[in-house]
């Protein structure tokens, strides 16, 4: 098996049909050899009958079932079950264009070294977003740099995000833990960046490249629900508390504590230079507002994630012989 198209879905009845629908006009046009998982994240509306339908008429759709919430667990489950070589993520609610399996491939094969690659992707907003809304709309994985390749450097603080990622499964083995500490966003708590996690182990910690590929176009349609002030705060927020993890992978012991201080600083300072930017217009300007809630998220992350428990213990351990998981394959293994 080629590629493992993998949708990890939380309650995706609605949306789950508008990607099977691309990805079943492509199974017939590319001489690849690819399959569809889609992973339920512990969905409770009719998700189940939807896959059912679609199975009928693709006959490669495989499913499976990961009762860990959060995304990080679900796209975990996902890389244990591909039988590809290449595992290429879309969420529930991007639709790939036409082409994006093939140019999947044929990036593979012009860089091979390519340990990880990213869409571009651009969206499709039910309602008019806020002005200036271009400054945080990589928090929503919009991500269009441009119509050539480019290639993350080791220091790069932006990587791609999930929507649309590819990733070399022997690539995953080698430099991911089965321990990572973000879920993703999950009830309660607006936790982000667990892709961040997990590319940041293959950019820091291996020879493997991480690139962009223009080539791979997607749309990512985002509701009104998701462009309401109080989700972009919460969600910007959810990013901020995040970053913690992100920025000392790698790093042990005093190296660590000396790198929480440094960052502790600058994002205060941060923090301080935006207030006395916008003064009183924080309130009134809805990106500005993010952007603050991003910075406080950052300022406090490290006591947020260690007063949770997120420092105190690993993320329950991920093996592929998880007892909560449950696998119905349509052709067997």
């Not at 995000?161 to 991911?176: F, M």
């Not at 997990?198 to 791979?216: D, H, T």
């Amino acid at each position: 098996m080629d590629i493992t198209v993998a949708i990890p879905t939380y309650n995706g009845a609605t949306r789950l049909p508008g990607v099977l629908n691309l990805l079943q006009k492509q199974l017939q046009a590319e001489a690849i050899i690819w399959e569809i998982l889609v992973v339920d994240n512990n969905s409770t509306d009719c998700t189940q009958e939807v896959i059912a339908e679609f199975r009928a008429i693709l006959p490669r759709l495989r499913w499976c079932r990961e009762s860990k919430q959060g995304a990080g667990f679900a796209r975990h489950r996902a890389f244990v079950e591909a039988r590809g070589e290449l595992v290429a993520f879309l969420d529930d609610d991007t639709i790939p264009d036409i082409h994006w399996v093939s140019a999947v491939a044929q990036f593979a094969k012009t860089h091979p070294q390519a340990g990880a690659y990213g869409s571009r992707v651009r969206a499709d907003y039910a309602v008019l977003p806020p002005a200036n809304f271009s400054r945080i709309a990589c928090m929503m994985a919009i991500t269009d740099m441009g119509n050539r390749p480019l290639l993350y450097g080791k220091e790069s603080r932006f990587l791609p995000s999930t929507a649309g990622l590819v990733v070399r499964k022997c690539v995953w083995q080698q430099c991911v833990p089965k321990e990572m500490i973000l879920p993703g966003p999950i009830e309660g708590h607006m936790l982000a960046s667990e892709d961040l996690e997990m590319l940041s182990y293959i950019q820091r910690g291996s020879l493997w490249e991480i690139w962009y590929n223009p080539a791979m176009e997607i749309t990512h349609k985002i509701p009104a629900a998701r462009l309401e002030k109080t989700y972009l705060i919460r969600w910007a927020r959810g990013n901020g508390l995040s970053s913690h993890v992100i920025r000392t992978i790698g790093t042990k012991g005093l190296k660590k504590y000396l790198l929480t201080i440094a960052y502790f600083g600058n994002d205060l300072k941060n923090i301080l230079w935006h207030l006395c930017k916008y003064r009183g217009d924080v309130k009134a300007d809805l990106v500005a507002s993010c952007e603050l809630s991003l910075l406080t998220g950052k300022l406090i992350s490290p006591f947020f994630l260690w007063f949770h428990g997120y420092l105190k213990r690993k993320a329950v351990h991920l093996d592929s012989a998880s007892a909560h998981a449950t696998r119905e394959d349509s052709g067997g293994s």
